[in-house]
């Protein structure tokens, strides 16, 4: 029988399969050709000032801004996981689905909640002058929001669910036995962290780290609207402000030296996972109980980063809302920016979906070497700033066009002008070559699920690719399916760079709506779209942590 399975499997053309693939790799691969194409032109007149007074400051920036935030997404991160696996105490069970909730809120919001909340004319501010007779912000010294360590605060507590779900995951399922018999021993909880738990969840850590590092690489408002000017604000800048194509062009390919340092990091990390998973067994350690003031200052330690990553810009955004009447006073507009950004990620989710099914499937019924190395290229698209992803996507998007008038000219003596570059199918095909990741992962991740037996029954049985694809494996995708398509149509509703740089003209989102007001000055006025990207949010956020919670989550399923 199993001769016939075989002699049946060589049957199985696999042109089609490799075709797929290919074509997924070519969405990450022309965007990446496309930037070097326009480096190697070369900007003469700007590239000496870009090098003399904007790259070393830029890439000082971005450095420490990356170490700041690894350390403190590291430190919020695994320190709560550390605490909610560990031990029991007081709101325990409320933290487990409140401490991922900061994933909900982008990151531009959070800068902007926080600049109005702590800068001069905000209430904490005013309050100080109102409570010690303080006339002016010349009379006192209060740290300033706006810089490089209050973007690392504002960005390190959005992001360190990253690196809390990595830790939780690995934690849960660590070796009971090794965990049992330090405690047998008298060995205190600090060094269990310290010689057991933390070297063991090392690789989950790093992985968790370099997600929200290639998160915050992805930023531009928040560190736009702090004022830190980073590598991704350089490209920008240096596009649309300086007007040349080129010069950004070679900034955003010294960006790509760190992603490629942040991937290197990620793969290094990878390497030991095997030998982790042999050593777990089905047991969850019992969490010990804490009494006291130990227990309300496990509490607190755990409240700190999602009171300050979700409650409070929460709390501003709902508090601004009520008091200017956004709800009364509906602005009309608003209605229609809010379709326009639900269609743009209903649609890229769709695409994405399709694409990463077919990856997924083509790499799993052709097995070679080719075909996964193309299926993993294409992931990396994620990995790519948003910023950096526009521009190399900019001349095949035109290419498309030129492309189409062609033909319209050949075929009916008419140009269409410009059908892609112009409209929102441009911003479709950039989030669906940024976010096309996280369905590879997913899909890739249902399959393993899937028994390939289940695959040799159904072509034993007669069954070609589309039979087997829509009676065995959709059906068993189900839970993949769905958790894709909520985190990818999430990311797409929350995204800002991308939608700036490729909107169509007189085209608004959510973000795009709630960026214009922060430009002007009056965010505030913007609170109620900015609920509305949180709210939507909530919703996969609550599902990973259900998922976490009843089975072991593999980080790689974050993206």
């Known amino acids: 029988m199993r001769g016939a399975v075989l002699s049946h499997r060589l049957r199985w053309p696999p042109i089609a399969a490799t075709a797929i693939v290919l074509g997924v790799a070519a969405l990450v691969a022309l965007p990446l050709v496309s930037l070097l194409r326009i480096a190697a032109i070369g900007d003469a007149d700007i590239w000496p ?26 430190v ?12 029991r105490f007081p709101g325990r069970d ?3 689905w409140l401490l991922p909730l900061p994933l909900a809120i982008p990151t531009y919001i959070a800068a902007y909640v926080y600049v109005d909340i702590l800068d001069a004319a ?27 360590g209050g973007a690392i605060l504002i960005i390190g507590f959005v992001l360190y669910p990253y690196v809390y779900l990595a830790a939780r995951a690995m934690f849960q399922t660590q070796c009971a036995i090794f965990i049992d018999a330090a405690r047998a021993v008298g060995a205190a909880p600090w060094r269990l962290m310290r010689d057991i738990t933390l070297p063991l969840a090392r690789p989950a850590l790093a992985i968790g780290v370099a997600l929200a590092l290639l998160e915050t690489l992805n930023d531009i408002g928040a560190s736009e609207y702090l004022g830190i000017q980073t590598l991704t604000l350089s490209v920008f800048t240096t596009w649309l402000n300086r007007g040349s194509l080129p010069g950004a062009a070679q900034i ?69 809302t009520v008091m200017r009447g956004l709800v009364s006073g ?30 997924a499937v083509a790499q799993r019924l052709i097995r070679r070497r080719f075909v996964a190395a193309c299926v993993a290229f294409a992931t990396l698209g994620y ?6 992803l526009a521009l190399g996507l900019l001349s095949p998007l035109v290419a498309a066009d030129d492309t189409i008038n062609w033909l319209s000219q050949r075929l009916t003596g008419a140009s269409v ?143």
């Not at 905000?122 to 490089?148: E, K, M, N």
């Not at 289940?454 to 049985?461: F, I, N, P, Y």
Request: with cysteine; hydrophobic share 55%; aromatic share 8%.
């Open 383 to 388: 990995a790519i700033p948003g910023t950096v």
């Open 76 to 87: 919020a991160g695994a320190g709560s996981a550390w605490l909610v696996t560990t031990f």
């Open 122 to 148: 905000g209430p904490v501010q005013t309050a100080l002058r109102g409570l010690f007779g303080w006339s002016a912000a010349q009379d006192y010294w209060f740290p300033p929001i706006r810089s490089l």
């Open 252 to 320: 955003a390919l010294s960006m790509l030296t760190l992603v490629a340092a942040l991937i290197a990091f990620e793969i290094y990390a990878r390497r030991r996972q095997r030998y982790q998973g042999a050593i777990q067994d089905s047991r969850l350690t019992a969490p010990i109980r804490l009494h006291g003031i130990r227990a309300w200052l496990a509490t607190l330690a755990c409240t700190v980063p999602v009171a300050f990553g979700f409650l409070i810009p929460a709390g501003f955004l709902v508090r601004e």
């Open 417 to 559: 002008g410009l059908v892609v570059a112009g409209s929102s199918v441009a911003v479709i095909v950039a989030y669906s070559v940024r976010f096309l990741a996280i369905s590879i992962g997913f899909m890739q991740a249902g399959l393993s699920r899937v028994a390939i037996e289940l695959d040799e029954v159904a072509r034993l049985c007669g069954a070609g690719p589309m039979r087997l694809v829509s009676s065995v494996h959709l059906p068993l995708l189900r839970p993949a399916l769905w958790g894709a398509a909520l985190l990818v149509f999430v990311d797409c509703l929350k995204e800002l760079p991308m939608t700036l740089l490729l909107r169509p003209l007189n085209t608004e989102t959510l973000s795009t709506y709630i960026y214009q007001f922060a430009t002007r000055g009056n965010f505030e006025e913007g609170a109620l779209a900015a609920l509305l990207i949180i709210a939507v949010g909530i919703l996969p956020v609550m599902r990973i942590v259900r998922l976490a919670e009843t089975r072991p989550a593999d980080p790689a399923e974050l993206r």
């Open 49 to 74: 000032h870009l090098i003399a007074y904007v790259l070393p400051a830029a890439a000082m920036q971005t450095v420490l801004l990356l170490a700041g935030v690894a350390a403190v997404t590291t």
């Open 330 to 359: 509906f602005d009309p507009a608003l209605l229609r920016h809010s379709a326009t950004t639900v269609m743009l990620a209903a649609c890229a989710t769709a695409v994405v979906l399709l694409l990463g099914l077919a990856a």
């Open 94 to 96: 409320a933290l487990l």
